[in-house]
């Protein structure tokens, strides 16, 4: 009987130290959870912020952000699904709260991007579009929006190599896509990168695009770069090392 009551003081007094957290308080400490690559733990704080708080578009897309990329890691589809629609339902609501903020586009862009890539031809073509939205919207709204140029980069990367199928999946549902082009990606790639030099992942995709393009001696400059990074989000280990295995292959 002693123990449930302590437990149960414990609770309160720990609910109490939460609520007693401001919406921002706990959105700093989610960013310095972010920089520590401690997601998970940057993930709760997130969500911990929005009881306090639900309308914070911060939280919001931070939440989004994380959910986003904790799907990509995850190897069961279900998983997978499950995080990427949680990053959306994020999205929508800060869209709704702010439709004109870069962020909530971006991380919009990115859910939809996540899921089109797990999906079937006809989904994949129908979330095509709409990620090409948001991720011009971000960039509308913010220039100087580094990772939305990624995004529209491999956009333009996948739209440029759809199969047959998809391409006929396209033109039926849609009537085409928007053009998208192998020069367009090297393009939104390279503005993505003179924006902010420290996204790992954007030179790996770069590199391949290069590749594809023919551009060998400028891939293999582009994954040198990216092996001697700085770490900055958790996935950056491993991409580097996806980096580090196309460099050996080249060289």
């Not at 520590?36 to 969500?47: C, D, F």
């Not at 079937?120 to 979330?127: I, P, R, S, T």
């Not at 190599?161 to 090297?186: D, H, Y």
């Not at 995709?205 to 293999?220: G, T």
Request: with cysteine; aromatic share 8%.
């Amino acid at each position: 009987m002693l123990k449930n009551v302590l437990a149960f003081a414990c609770l309160l007094l720990f609910s109490g130290v939460l609520y007693a957290q401001t919406a921002e308080e706990l959105v700093e400490q989610a960013l310095q959870q972010e920089k520590q690559m401690k997601e998970s733990a940057a993930l709760a704080l997130y969500k911990d912020a929005l009881k306090v708080q639900p309308d914070n578009i911060q939280a919001l897309t931070g939440a989004s952000e994380l959910c986003s990329r904790e799907g990509y890691r995850q190897k069961d589809t279900d998983e997978k699904i499950r995080n990427y629609d949680d990053a959306k339902n994020y999205a929508d609501q800060a869209l709704k709260l702010a439709p004109e903020n870069a962020d909530a586009n971006y991380v919009m862009a990115v859910a939809m991007g996540r899921k089109a890539m797990i999906a079937g031809a006809k989904e994949k073509v129908a979330a095509s579009k709409e990620v090409k939205k948001y991720a011009e919207l971000a960039i509308k709204f913010n220039p100087s929006c580094a990772k939305a140029y990624h995004v529209l980069g491999k956009w333009n990367y996948e739209v440029a190599n759809l199969n047959t199928f998809e391409k006929a999946a396209a033109k039926m549902l849609f009537g085409g896509l928007p053009e998208g082009s192998l020069s367009s990606a090297i393009n939104n790639y390279e503005k993505c990168r003179k924006l902010d030099p420290f996204i790992v992942v954007n030179y790996l995709e770069l590199a391949r695009a290069y590749l594809e393009n023919d551009e060998q001696a400028k891939a293999i400059e582009i994954l040198k770069k990216a092996v001697s990074l700085r770490s900055v989000i958790q996935d950056d280990a491993d991409t580097k090392s996806q980096c580090k295995k196309m460099l050996e292959g080249l060289e």
